[in-house]
């Protein structure tokens, strides 16, 4: 049980470092914290905020994942590599790719009631 619980205090010390280190991460929070503004003074349905969260929480997880594969490519090698820089691209591909799906259903969300 003791190893259980220990999982938790290291996947807490990973979010941490993410958000401390990630280049990225500062930017998605900040967008995540002025979504949840928006969708407060919008007054989302259940619904909405459900599928909000989702978004939010996949993307900060994309992210780390993103942020994981930065590392390991490093810790491989320091020096230029074509397939080292292949592994970052797609990992910051993918992030890019659930950034524009988030986006175009935040959109379908927000504009509605924003100007409808």
């Known amino acids: 049980m003791k190893r259980f619980f220990k999982s938790f205090v ?3 010390e990973g979010m941490r470092d993410g958000f401390v280190n990630g280049r990225n991460m500062k930017s998605h929070a900040l967008s995540a914290i002025i979504v949840i503004l928006a969708g407060w003074f919008t007054g989302l349905s259940m619904t909405e905020w459900l599928i909000v969260l989702l978004l939010i ?3 900060l997880a994309l992210e780390l994942m993103n ?3 930065e590392y390991v490519v490093d810790l491989v090698t320091k020096e ?3 397939l080292a820089k ?3 691209d797609i990992a910051a591909g993918s992030v890019l790719i659930f950034a524009i799906a988030s986006a175009v259903i935040g ?3 927000f504009f509605p009631k ?3």
């Open 114 to 116: 924003w100007f409808g």
């Open 67 to 69: 942020t994981a594969v």
């Open 10 to 12: 290291y996947a807490w």
């Open 107 to 109: 959109c379908l969300i």
């Open 80 to 82: 230029y590599h074509p």
């Open 86 to 88: 292949k592994a970052k």
């Open 57 to 59: 929480s996949g993307m």
